[in-house]
């Protein structure tokens, strides 16, 4: 992220590129978004498309390394709670002590910066790093939210949802695509925050009720099933 900042802040600081073209067309966004299913279809195509090759490299090291650091908490032990409590505990705090310090001081620092683009394109690149040590504090709740007996109702609820990840991240396409796009409410762009909060909270008591539903009845999700046979080609397995 920070390479894309980077180049494109140059790009537009020696005038080789024009403003709106970094940023894209707003206007055309919207259009694309609140048309028919083959105008938001074309938007989305062409936006992902240009995202994958033109700035997909740039976004590589970051994946890489993120997935390294993934892989090395794992095998330590400390994403899979076979530390003490009071590891967890100390460790998780002070990550999100230091991520927050960060995120404030990255914040008011970027929007004190005098560029042609505007603080958030900034802000975007410094966010993802920031977000590195916010992340491993949230991790560590959820650890000793699972460790929790207290907590085993609202775990077991999220674990179901996890069972049905492909599923449920398909339902949750299809709810907010029809709310947002044209083909559906065409509310896209059209509503802002706390309203937004009402939604994702209305979407997710749908993920966790038709997952437990779902769940009573059958060992696997309707997608989880399918890319299953998909993937052994109908073998039956256990």
């Given at each position: 992220m920070g390479l894309f900042m980077?180049?494109?802040?140059y790009f537009v600081e020696t005038g080789k590129m024009p403003l709106e073209q970094l940023l894209g067309d707003p206007a055309s966004e919207l259009a694309g978004y609140r048309g028919s299913f083959a105008d938001a279809?074309?938007?989305?195509?062409?936006?992902?498309?240009?995202?994958?090759?033109?700035?997909?490299?740039?976004?590589?090291p970051a994946l890489w390394g993120t997935m390294a650091l993934g892989m090395g908490l794992t095998r330590s032990g400390i994403l899979t709670g076979e530390r003490s409590t009071?590891?967890?505990?100390?460790f998780g705090l002070s990550m999100l002590l230091l991520g927050s310090v960060l995120t404030v001081i990255g914040y008011l620092a970027?929007?004190?910066?005098?560029?042609?683009?505007?603080?958030?394109?900034v802000w975007q690149a410094f966010a993802q790093f920031l977000g590195i040590p916010l992340s491993l504090g949230y991790s560590q709740l959820v650890v000793l939210a699972c460790r929790s007996r207290a907590m085993r109702g609202p775990v077991k609820g999220l674990a179901n949802v996890?069972?049905?990840?492909?599923?449920n991240y398909l339902s949750q396409t299809l709810i907010c695509t029809t709310i947002f796009y044209g083909y559906g409410l065409g509310r896209f762009g059209t509503i802002d925050f706390p309203a937004l909060y009402g939604i994702v909270?209305?979407?997710w008591i749908f993920n966790l009720a038709f997952s437990a539903l779902w769940l009573r009845w059958f060992p696997y999700g309707p997608f989880e099933w399918l890319w299953r046979q998909i993937t052994y080609l109908g073998i039956r397995t256990v």
């Open positions: 980077a180049a494109g802040l279809f074309r938007t989305r195509f062409f936006q992902t498309a240009k995202f994958q090759l033109q700035y997909g490299p740039l976004f590589l009071r590891f967890h505990v100390t970027c929007y004190s910066l005098d560029l042609v683009t505007p603080p958030a394109f996890g069972r049905m990840a492909l599923t909270l209305a979407v």
